[in-house]
């Protein structure tokens, strides 16, 4: 009797289990259309993908492209599709398409999980996000940022403004000092940067304990943006966002754009959201979003280079004499007044191709966009309205068809213009996509180039850096978000510091 009770609820519940199972496939997940990317697919229906991308974050694009071997192609997840775009002509057909394929609503959609402001600011936010009826909240920033962040004057004294704390911490490196180097960078850099973008009154001015509320924050900043519960299940992150928050809004409820010494950015910033009405709160809580761009991505790319420059000995000696002669192998000061500041990517030209191959090895992000209308990408490919397109950076920036069968080097010299040369290394533009592309490509791009390079010129100025244990090895990097695209290292390096003899 047991049995057969057993074996009927058994039989119930294998019944109930096909039908949901039917109905999920059939109603709730968009069908599949002939012409449409072809489907990659995983033996764990609609939740296969995402525990790949939790167990391998975006490395996970290159196992499946590797795989599958196609310029583009789908994956479903839960109730909606991806496009994944691995091929560098199909990027760009997408931003030739940026009217219909866009990167403003997407990022909109994500803000408030992201940042936590509330629903009367994300209304403005998501107000007339395309320019259909002249620029809204969000174009009127990225303009703002753009104009603020081009080479010019502003981003001369923004960077200026940097350079002019950094002394302090060079300072306090004494003779045979031991430092943990990531944890060193990260502290400097935060605080010249954002002094620089927020002036002396700035929030890490006041309390440095933030420092390590906005790494918390950007730690679980997945769990915040999947917004299930995230005081229960990312409760450091959701602290440390609202600590942020909180240091922020006593910062803007006293701002004055004439007295803050504050950038242009953050003056522009500022005169554009009090302008649309979002209070200082929200103006906070926004300015937490910024902060990924002017921290999480920058303090991994510079510890990341000055490993690569100290790992190198003939590399840091060939740097030295590259800033020797322009007057750039000198202090922060005397740096921040070179009238060559502006020009360093030009002037020192393999400083700045090692900065672009570290990206190109070390920028594991993704480029994503919604799609508002439906697209024949290409005249090939049809993109459904509502879904995502995401072009994952690590997969171009090791396709050998692009960068040569050396990809899987670290070539510091691969982006020099070299001429009456056998092996040129040549770049593939589109497949070179740290910054992203198109109407979307970074407006800070300027900002971090000049801030990276500048930070490098000071150090290898000033110092030798080895290793405490062992050779210099490159750290693995560990992902801690979907909104980063230069992921800090999973262990620390422990260095000590050698003043120069002939600086």
Known sequence: METSLNTSLLLILAIVSATTW???????????LPNEPPLVGHHIPYIGHIIGLLRHGTRYYQIISANCNLPIYTLKMLNMKAYVVTSPALVSAVNRNSKNIAFNPFIAKLGKRTTGHDEATSQIVQHNLNGENGPGYVIQLHDDTVASLAPGKSLENMTQAMLKQVSPYLDALANDAEVNLFEWTRNMVTMCSTRAVYGPNNPFNRDRTLITSFWEYDHDLNLLIADIAPSILAPKGYRARNK??????????????????????TQARYTNATRQGI???????????????????????????????YHDPALISDIRKELASQGLLSTPEEIAQNPKLLSMPESCPLLHSTWQELLRVHALGISARLVLEDVMLDDRFLLQKGMIVQMPMAVMHSDSTAWGEDVTEFQPRRFLKQKNSSNTYKKNLTAYRPFGGGASLCPGRHFVTLETMALAACMVSRFDLSPVKGQWTIPRQQQESFATNVFPPAKDIRVKVTLRENP
């Open 244 to 265: 942020l928050a909180r240091a922020f809004q006593e910062y803007f409820e006293n701002y004055d754009p004439i007295r803050s010494q504050s950038s242009a950015m």
């Open 279 to 309: 209070t200082p709160l929200n103006q906070a809580r926004l300015e937490v979003g910024t902060l990924i761009g002017i921290l999480a991505n920058t303090i991994p790319s510079i510890f990341y280079l000055l490993v690569h420059i």
């Open 22 to 32: 039917y109905a999920l496939d059939y109603f709730y997940v968009p069908k599949q």
